[in-house]
């Protein structure tokens, strides 16, 4: 069995390499993509497409997916994960630092690394409770998407961790480079969100979706772009991505929600401009507040100097 996809090509992906484009817009790997093409399950406008063609924006891809064998949605087993740092362990939780280019846990369709499958290479042991492939995980970050997490290595740390984001008295608190200049320089959006009436892949601001509030405050405004702190009242999947493009201030390299390509280019950026800066809660064992930093990527902080210039 299989799983059809048939989407057209975002403005902002015009250009791209078929495997990058397609990373992007379906959350796999690149080298799952290429395979995908090299096995002709890639089409474009109902030809077969080679990894390197270029897409063409408003062009039909049509992407032939695999059904995963089922192990693929079982507990991921242990994977060492390059750049996955590991910023507190202690015998309820271990906090990372997590990487572009890792989810948080296995799913239908990803062929990459895991948060969970690192955390377990590393020798942590991961909770059993949740569902079997998501052990140990109370929240996630996007594939594109880094910085701190963390995972519950108890059972105990695990029911109190999901009562507590389910409560909202987790802080979370992300920095984001939106394009231009959001007016007023701090607010809050308050809009329902949910997946996008056209788009499967994508979410978008829907009249009877699910209620969503975002705050956010700019702490530097260069001249293309501004640098954010946001603050996430819920969690809804790319809540800040959609917020701001709903705002008609994209991320800077977020090419599926309408970012400027020519921007993200100048930049030198692969993906959004999205760091989880920050994460406090009350530890799980005795209550205390913990708060945990995560420091820019590379690649951020190369595209915050090049703003800078």
Do not use: C, N
């Not at 032939?64 to 507190?88: F, K, M």
């Not at 969503?212 to 603050?231: K, M, P, Q, W």
């Amino acid at each position: 069995m299989s799983d059809v996809r048939r989407l057209p090509v975002p403005d902002g992906l015009e250009g791209m390499r078929v495997d990058a484009g397609l990373s992007r817009l379906l959350g796999l790997s690149r080298t799952a993509v290429a395979a995908l093409a090299e096995d002709g399950r890639v089409e474009v406008d109902g030809r077969p497409a080679g990894k390197s063609d270029r897409l063409v924006a408003g062009a039909w891809l049509e992407v032939d997916l695999p059904e995963p064998e089922r192990e693929t949605t079982l507990a991921a087993s242990p994977e060492v994960v390059p750049g996955l740092t590991v910023l507190h362990a202690d015998d309820d939780i271990v906090v990372v630092d997590k990487p572009v280019g890792v989810a948080a846990h296995p799913s239908p369709g990803w062929t990459g690394p895991t948060v969970v499958g690192g955390v377990a290479a590393l020798g942590y042991r991961v909770s059993t409770s949740g569902a079997e492939e998501r052990q140990g995980i109370v929240h996630r970050l996007d594939v594109g998407t880094t910085g701190v997490m963390v995972v519950a290595t108890s059972e105990h740390a695990y029911t109190e961790l999901k009562r507590a984001f389910k409560e909202r008295t987790v802080e979370k608190r992300y920095h984001a480079v939106a394009q231009g200049h959001p007016d007023p320089s701090s607010g809050t959006i308050d809009a329902p969100i949910d997946r996008h009436p056209k788009h499967d892949y994508r979410f978008a601001v829907v009249a009877d979706g699910k209620p969503s509030v975002t705050h956010y405050d700019t702490i530097e405004a260069f001249r293309a772009a501004s640098l954010l702190d946001v603050r996430l009242e819920t969690g809804r999947t790319h809540q800040i991505r959609v917020h701001l493009s709903a705002l008609r201030h994209p991320l800077a390299g977020d090419l599926a929600y309408g970012a400027d390509p020519t921007l993200a280019r100048r930049l030198k950026l692969e993906r959004q401009w999205l760091h989880a800066r920050t994460l406090a809660f009350a530890h799980p064992a005795d209550g205390r507040r913990v708060e945990f930093t995560s420091p820019y990527p590379a690649d951020l902080a190369r595209a915050l100097d090049l703003l800078a210039e």
